[in-house]
C-alpha cells in the first residue's frame, strides 16, 4: 500500500485544475502554442537555404546555381570578345580547310579563352518555318557574327527555306532537311545526325519547339551549348534535360509574333558576358550578287518594265509554297480580282505582277488584261533582285515586304491627325 501511494505521488497531475475550470479560450490559446512551438523550427530552415543566384537551366543539375561571383580569373582569358583564328590560310584544294581539327584532337591548337570565356568558333542554326521565317533569323545570324568574331555559321532548313541563304555572306554551308514531319526516314534522320555530329559544333541553336525528341536529336550532336525554344506545354517534360538553354514562347507558332519572333533567343544572345556590352540586335539586311541581278533584269525587260519605273505586286493567292507568305499568317493571300483593283489605283509607274507559279498567269491576263507585266519567280534571291530595282512594293505579308525593308525600299510620309491636329509618321512600301 506505501509503494502505490508514493507511485501516485510521484506523478504530477496533468491539469492543476479540474477540466471543467479549463475555458475554451485556453484550450485555443494552448494548441496555438503547440502548433506555433511545431512549425517554428521548419520556417527557420526554409529561410536558411533561400539563395539568390538564378539557376543556368532548372532542368539540368539542381545543384548549378549559376557563375560563382567570388571567382576570379584572369582578364587575359576571362574578359573581352573572342579573338580571330590565328592559322595559317585555308587550302583552296581541300573542302573542309587547312589544319581544322576536331574539337579536343589537339588541345593545344585551342586557346584557353575558348575553356573560360566560352567561344564559339563553329554555331550550327536549326530553322523551322519556310522562307519567310528564314529570313527574319538574319538578323540573329549576323548578331552572332558581331558577338563571336571569326565564328563559321551553318544552316540546316527545309529544302524551299534553303534557298533563302544565298543572300547571306555569313552563311558557309546551308543543309536541306525537312523539320516539320512528325515521323522522319530514318535514314535521313541518321545521316543528318552524322554530318551535324562530324561538324564539331560549339553552339547549336534551333527556332523548332522542341520536345524530347528533337531535344535528343539536338543533344547526339554533342555540342557544348545545346539552345532551343521548347513547348510551352506539357509536351516540353524532359526536353530541358538535354538542352543548356531553353526558350518558352506564349504561343505554339513563333511566326505569330512578326518581326520580333526571335527576341527571347537574340536577347541571350545579345547578353553582356565578360565584360563584353551587350549587343543590340542589327538590322535585316540581305546581299544580292551581281549575276542574280542580271538574270532578274532579263525577266523584267522581257515582261516591259524599266529599273525604277515599275512597282511590284507580290501576294496572288495560290496553293504553291513559292508564295513565301508567313506561317503565322496563312490567309494573307488575296485574289487576282483584288489586285487588279489595286493595280487600276497606281498613276505613272507600271505594276508588274509576280506569280509563284506558271498556272496563274492566263488567270492574271484575263482578268487585268493581255498587255498585263507577268513575272515568275519561285525563289527569295528573284525576288530579292526585282524588289532591289523596283520603285516600290505593295504586297501582303509575305516576304516581299522584309525584302523590301532589307533593301531600304520604305518612304517615311507625315499625316496629320484630322481629329487632333497632331503631325504623324507612318511607312509604306510605295
Known sequence: MASTSLLHQSIPPFFTSSPASVSSSQLTNLSLYLNLSEKQPLCYRRLSVVVNL????????????????????????SEGKQDEDPRPPENPDNPYGFLKFPYGYSVEIASLGSKIRGDVRRCGCVIAGGVYESLLFFPTIQLIKDRYPGVQ?????????????ELNKNVRWANAYDLDTYFPDTAEYTDMIGILKNRYYDMVLSTKLAGIGHAAFLFMTTARERV??????VNAAGAGLMLSETFTPKGLNLS????????QMDDWLGRPRNKVPRHPVPPLKVSISRKLKEVVEMKYKTAGAE??????????????KASMQSMGDTDSLLPIQVWAGIAKGTRGIKPVFVIPHEKLREDVEEVVGED??????????????????????????????QLANARDKLRKRKTVCSQCSREEMYYNFI
Do not use: C
Open 228 to 233: 532551343s525554344y521548347i513547348y510551352p506545354n
Open 307 to 320: 529599273k525604277g519605273k515599275y512597282i511590284v505586286i507580290h501576294g496572288l493567292e495560290s496553293d504553291s
Open 256 to 263: 505569330e509574333g512578326g518581326y520580333n519572333m526571335y527576341a
Open 153 to 165: 555559321i551553318d544552316v540546316v532548313a527545309s529544302p524551299r527555306a534553303k534557298q533563302t541563304f
Open 372 to 401: 498585263a507585266s507577268i513575272v515568275f519567280i519561285t525563289t527569295p534571291g528573284q525576288l530579292a533582285a526585282i524588289i532591289n530595282d523596283s520603285a516600290g512594293v505593295i504586297a501582303t505579308n509575305t516576304a516581299a515586304i
Open 54 to 77: 538564378k539557376k543556368k537551366n532548372p532542368w539540368l543539375d539542381p545543384f548549378d546555381f549559376g557563375d560563382d561571383s567570388d571567382m576570379e580569373n584572369g582578364t587575359e582569358y
